[in-house]
């Protein structure tokens, strides 16, 4: 009998590559189905390739897209991948060391310069994106659309009106998922047609409102647990004193608030539940599980989440399989039966 759960994946650029090490593992447990995800920026970008895969060829598919995805992304996707791989491994620095080493390049602090005088339609105005060919290339949309494999729930953020956009079933394209993916200061917003406005619309990262949204799980899946994954810090002891570490700090506090929000309306729900103010089946209740690794998160900044260096995303995907093998160790009988966060405590002020 197999465990029906969702995924909530957040966003964090590069950092995703965390995210990817969490899915291999979690794809190899043949008693957890996963029923639906919905996931912001690189957090979209893991969904639609898990989801790619496994119409294609299954558990074993959607790991085998997973890596191939990742693998083009940092550029190690030719014939000597495995053993550049392996090397990285065996000789690469700490994450704090890379981190500081990335903060303190020329060309790092370049961009940020230009980023903070100039918006994306003066420095870029041809649009380029470095993503767009390997999104459009590997991410067939009849296959991420089709209804074979987990339901995908892409968020964006809309640029005129504020609110969150949801893409789902034959709405999530490449534009989609690049648009939940839109760092307004990098990117010039992605426009889509909405058969809703008759209009195209303008979304930024789905970050800003949502990251990810949790809501379209409640009215568009039935498994009752959550499981989220977090790149996104929650706590951090150390008080940003320098101007990447404060940008760092406000994105995370700015990238966790709607998640926040969400959690408050899981517990508040699931309190209603327990106390028989309202029925049981009149509203759902949710178990929230997380998975995450704060000690390495808080090693990282802003600029690792920008730079796509092939050492740090193998070093966060090895470290994303811990923490999934670490999960399971702890919580595995929990699983379908109740939540393994404590909701009170993460939401308290």
Same mark, same amino acid.
């Given at each position: 009998?197999?465990?029906?759960?969702?995924?909530?994946?957040?966003?964090?650029?590069?950092?995703?590559?965390?995210?990817?090490?969490?899915?291999?593992?979690?794809?190899?447990?043949?008693?957890? %189905?996963?029923?639906?995800?919905?996931?912001?920026?690189?957090?979209?970008?893991?969904?639609?390739?898990?989801?790619?895969?496994?119409?294609?060829?299954?558990?074993?598919?959607?790991? %085998?897209?997973?890596?191939?995805?990742?693998?083009?992304?940092?550029?190690?996707?030719?014939?000597?991948?495995?053993?550049?791989?392996?090397?990285?491994?065996?000789?690469?620095?700490?994450?704090?060391?890379? $981190?500081?080493?990335?903060?303190? &390049?020329?060309?790092?602090?370049?961009?940020?310069?230009?980023?903070?005088?100039?918006?994306?339609?003066?420095? !870029?105005?041809? !649009?380029?994106?470095?993503?767009?060919?390997?999104?459009?290339?590997?991410?067939?949309?009849?296959?991420?659309?089709?209804?074979?494999?987990?339901?995908?729930?892409? !968020?964006?953020?809309?640029?005129?009106?504020?609110?969150?956009?949801?893409?789902?079933?034959?709405?999530?394209?490449?534009?989609?998922?690049?648009?939940?993916?839109?760092?307004?200061?990098?990117?010039?917003?992605?426009?889509?047609?909405?058969?809703?406005?008759?209009?195209?619309?303008?979304?930024?990262?789905?970050?800003?409102?949502?990251?990810?949204?949790?809501?379209?799980?409640?009215?568009?899946?039935?498994?009752?647990?959550?499981?989220?994954?977090?790149?996104?810090?929650?706590?951090?002891? %150390?008080?940003?004193?320098?101007?990447?570490?404060?940008?760092?700090?406000? !994105?995370?506090?700015?990238?966790?608030?709607?998640?926040?929000?969400?959690?408050?309306?899981?517990?508040?729900?699931?309190?209603?539940?327990?106390?028989?103010?309202?029925?049981?089946?009149?509203?759902?209740?949710?178990?929230?599980?997380?998975?995450?690794?704060? $000690?390495?998160?808080?090693?990282?900044?802003?600029?690792?989440?920008?730079?796509?260096?092939?050492?740090?995303?193998?070093?966060?995907?090895?470290?994303?399989?811990?923490?999934?093998?670490?999960?399971?160790?702890?919580?595995?009988?929990?699983?379908?039966?109740?939540?393994?966060?404590?909701?009170?405590?993460?939401?308290? &002020?």
């Amino acid at each position: 009998m197999t465990i029906p759960i969702n995924l909530a994946l957040q966003g964090g650029g590069a950092h995703g590559a965390f995210t990817w090490g969490v899915l291999d593992r979690l794809l190899e447990e043949e008693e957890i %189905e996963i029923e639906g995800i919905t996931a912001t920026s690189a957090g979209a970008m893991n969904a639609a390739a898990l989801k790619h895969g496994f119409v294609l060829g299954g558990r074993a598919g959607a790991r %085998e897209w997973l890596d191939t995805f990742w693998l083009r992304v940092s550029g190690l996707d030719g014939v000597f991948g495995d053993a550049m791989m392996d090397w990285l491994r065996a000789v690469s620095p700490s994450p704090a060391i890379t $981190a500081r080493f990335l903060e303190a &390049s020329p060309a790092v602090l370049a961009t940020e310069a230009i980023t903070r005088l100039l918006s994306p339609y003066q420095f !870029n105005p041809t !649009n380029f994106h470095p993503l767009r060919g390997i999104v459009e290339e590997m991410l067939d949309t009849s296959v991420v659309c089709s209804d074979k494999g987990p339901k995908l729930f892409i !968020n964006a953020t809309n640029v005129r009106d504020g609110k969150p956009r949801i893409f789902m079933g034959d709405e999530i394209t490449a534009d989609a998922i690049l648009a939940s993916a839109c760092l307004p200061t990098l990117y010039q917003a992605v426009e889509i047609h909405d058969p809703r406005t008759g209009r195209l619309e303008a979304y930024w990262d789905g970050g800003y409102t949502g990251n990810p949204a949790l809501y379209p799980l409640f009215y568009h899946t039935r498994a009752a647990d959550i499981l989220i994954i977090h790149i996104n810090p929650l706590h951090r002891e %150390e008080l940003p004193r320098t101007s990447s570490e404060i940008i760092s700090r406000i !994105n995370e506090v700015s990238f966790n608030a709607s998640l926040l929000h969400e959690l408050r309306a899981i517990a508040f729900v699931n309190r209603l539940l327990d106390q028989g103010v309202i029925a049981e089946g009149t509203m759902k209740r949710n178990n929230v599980h997380s998975i995450s690794d704060d $000690a390495l998160m808080n090693q990282l900044g802003m600029v690792t989440k920008l730079t796509l260096n092939r050492a740090l995303l193998l070093q966060l995907k090895d470290a994303g399989r811990a923490a999934m093998e670490r999960f399971l160790a702890e919580n595995r009988p929990s699983v379908g039966r109740c939540s393994t966060v404590d909701l009170p405590a993460v939401i308290a &002020s």
